[in-house]
T-cell receptor, first 110, second 115 residues
Framework: RKEVEQDPGPFNVPEGATVAFNCTYS??????FFWYRQDCRKEPKLLMSVYSSGNEDGRFTAQLNRASQYISLLIRDSKLSDSATYLC???????????FGRGTSLIVHP | DADVTQTPRNRITKTGKRIMLECSQT?????MYWYRQDPGLGLRLIYYSFDVKDINKGEISDGYSVSRQAQAKFSLSLESAIPNQTALYFCATSGGQGADDTEAFFGQGTRLTVV
């Protein structure tokens, strides 16, 4: 079983829609969680960290569920510019190695 | 200028050739990583280094070697390139201060094709 799993999608949604992605992780010792965004043929860039209490940044909300070992990303009022691949990243306690999921592709259409 | 710079950005090489991909960073980070990305497989860790004298194998190190020449420089070598090493290669760094010190910063990638 892969350490970090994501549904590859693609999620195909109209502008203005709300869309949510989940990511599951297998190591219960995981301590740090992040969502990265990657545009086609570009480098990944940090979108947001995921905190235990959940956190919001504009239209983006991230949640952590330790009991079920998953994190989620909710995007409200989708824009065309949100089209990208969203990578779930997990770091296990004591390790500085980020482990990446395979990514979830989002396509927002007019 | 980018904080993490990779050279070359694109390279086509022949099977059996030796090739080096270079990475330099101006962020002052101690930790550096090399990943490769293949369609459908995501980012896989090749090698990583937490200091100038520290080199560690990642998930898929076979066929690769690295050199950490200085804190700011981390190069990846393919001693004898083979076609299944065709991929997009990313260098990344981390090691800032604060709660999110594990945020990874990526170079723009090197697209390598082995023919």
């Amino acid at each position: 079983r892969k350490e970090v799993e994501q549904d590859p999608g693609p999620f195909n949604v109209p502008e203005g829609a709300t869309v949510a992605f989940n990511c599951t992780y297998s190591n219960s010792a995981s301590q740090s969680f992040f969502w990265y965004r990657q545009d086609c043929r570009k480098e990944p860039k940090l979108l947001m960290s995921v905190y235990s209490s959940g956190n919001e940044d504009g239209r983006f909300t991230a949640q952590l569920n330790r009991a079920s070992q998953y994190i989620s990303l909710l995007i409200r009022d989708s824009k065309l510019s949100d089209s990208a691949t969203y990578l779930c990243v997990v770091r296990t306690g004591g390790s500085y190695i980020p482990t990446f999921g395979r990514g979830t592709s989002l396509i927002v259409h007019p | 200028d980018a904080d993490v710079t990779q050279t070359p950005r694109n390279r086509i090489t022949k099977t059996g050739k030796r090739i080096m991909l270079e990475c330099s960073q101006t962020k002052g980070h101690d930790r550096m990583y090399w990943y490769r990305q293949d369609p459908g497989l995501g980012l896989r860790l090749i090698y990583y280094s937490f200091d100038v004298k520290d080199i560690n194998k990642g998930e898929i190190s076979d066929g690769y070697s690295v050199s950490r020449q200085a804190q700011a420089k981390f190069s990846l070598s393919l001693e004898s390139a083979i076609p299944n090493q065709t991929a997009l290669y990313f260098c990344a760094t981390s090691g800032g201060q604060g709660a999110d010190d594990t945020e990874a910063f990526f170079g723009q990638g090197t697209r390598l094709t082995v023919v």
